[in-house]
């Protein structure tokens, strides 16, 4: 099957939409077309510090609501502070006003402008993690990649899709819940669009064995959270085989749906069996 390569179509359902992120329980995608975008005429960085992660989340709600559309929404909360990072491409004029416009509103919501310097850096060095998991973790035997964490009490790293109305109560419900476990969080964020939540979270204490089942009991309820609040328990990175047990929670009656497109597109369950909870 070939799909055609067009931005838009209203001929029927789109068929490529129900291959991607299917995690190949479908089928397998051989090939894709790639549309390439121009270089952009102007590209600006800016940064802008909050002592309050409601303070950035409001800012980044109300440039949205606005229209502006920053390349880079990084809205960060770490032990170090609250940085908001953003970079606005495109035409010069039209980068002038959207990088004006959002300044002005993280003014008003208490930011402090840091300028383009810790957004710029950001940029340049995000890619730190992956290539350092390529020289320690890609490309090795299973047992190589998962005794770099054996003997560590564990972390877990949540990417939610919440109503952006749910964001801060989920943020608050969770840190109770984290509080009662002996969790904490090393790292809130906020990525592309206010919708879009993250934690990192890590144990306080306690011996490895421990520590990972209180985390992995805390982080089971926190999805479970999310979902309860009309969100999503991963908007980034898949179901994969560590969450699977709770998609057909999340889907409802939908599950049924997609367990009859898979009957229907592969009757004798020979691709990638037991994804998706089929």
């Given at each position: 099957?070939?799909?055609?390569?067009?931005?838009?179509?209203?001929s029927?359902?789109?068929?490529?939409h129900?291959?991607?992120?299917?995690?190949?329980?479908?089928g397998?995608?051989?090939?894709?077309?790639?549309?390439?975008?121009?270089?952009?005429?102007?590209?600006?960085?800016?940064?802008?510090?909050?002592?309050?992660?409601?303070q950035?989340f409001?800012?980044?709600?109300?440039?949205?609501?606005?229209?502006?559309?920053?390349?880079?929404?990084?809205?960060?909360?770490?032990?170090?502070?609250?940085?908001?990072?953003?970079?606005?491409?495109?035409?010069?004029?039209?980068?002038?006003?959207?990088?004006?416009?959002?300044?002005?509103v993280?003014?008003q919501?208490?930011?402090?402008?840091?300028?383009?310097?810790p957004?710029?850096?950001?940029?340049?060095?995000?890619?730190q993690?992956?290539?350092?998991?390529k020289?320690?973790?890609?490309?090795?035997?299973?047992?190589?990649?998962?005794?770099?964490?054996?003997s560590?009490?564990?972390?877990?790293?949540?990417?939610?899709?919440?109503?952006?109305?749910?964001?801060?109560?989920?943020?608050?419900?969770?840190?109770s819940m984290m509080?009662?476990?002996?969790?904490?969080?090393?790292?809130?964020?906020?990525?592309?669009?206010?919708?879009?939540?993250s934690?990192?979270?890590?144990?306080?204490?306690?011996?490895?064995?421990?520590?990972?089942?209180?985390?992995?009991?805390?982080?089971?309820?926190?999805?479970e959270?999310?979902?309860?609040?009309?969100?999503?328990?991963?908007?980034?990175?898949?179901?994969?085989?560590?969450?699977?047990?709770?998609?057909?929670?999340?889907?409802?009656?939908?599950?049924e749906?997609?367990?009859?497109?898979?009957?229907?597109?592969?009757?004798?369950?020979?691709?990638?069996?037991?994804?998706?909870?089929?």
């Amino acid at each position: 099957m070939k799909t055609r390569a067009v931005p838009n179509q209203s001929s029927g359902p789109s068929l490529k939409h129900l291959f991607i992120g299917s995690e190949g329980v479908f089928g397998i995608i051989t090939k894709a077309c790639v549309r390439v975008f121009r270089l952009p005429e102007s590209q600006v960085f800016q940064s802008v510090a909050f002592d309050t992660f409601q303070q950035g989340f409001n800012a980044a709600t109300e440039i949205f609501a606005l229209g502006v559309r920053p390349t880079l929404v990084d809205l960060t909360e770490e032990d170090t502070g609250i940085i908001f990072h953003m970079l606005f491409e495109g035409f010069q004029e039209g980068v002038a006003a959207n990088e004006k416009r959002a300044l002005r509103v993280c003014s008003q919501l208490g930011g402090r402008m840091l300028g383009p310097g810790p957004a710029t850096t950001y940029w340049e060095t995000r890619r730190q993690s992956a290539e350092s998991y390529k020289v320690s973790a890609l490309g090795k035997p299973r047992s190589v990649r998962w005794s770099r964490w054996r003997s560590r009490r564990g972390f877990d790293y949540l990417h939610l899709g919440l109503p952006i109305s749910q964001v801060l109560e989920y943020r608050r419900r969770c840190d109770s819940m984290m509080a009662k476990a002996g969790l904490r969080v090393t790292e809130y964020a906020i990525w592309s669009r206010p919708e879009l939540f993250s934690m990192l979270i890590v144990p306080k204490s306690g011996t490895a064995a421990n520590s990972r089942k209180r985390l992995e009991e805390t982080v089971q309820q926190m999805l479970e959270l999310a979902q309860d609040m009309g969100g999503v328990m991963e908007y980034c990175h898949g179901v994969g085989v560590k969450l699977n047990h709770l998609l057909a929670r999340e889907m409802g009656v939908g599950q049924e749906v997609v367990q009859a497109i898979k009957q229907a597109l592969d009757p004798n369950n020979i691709m990638n069996p037991g994804k998706l909870g089929l």
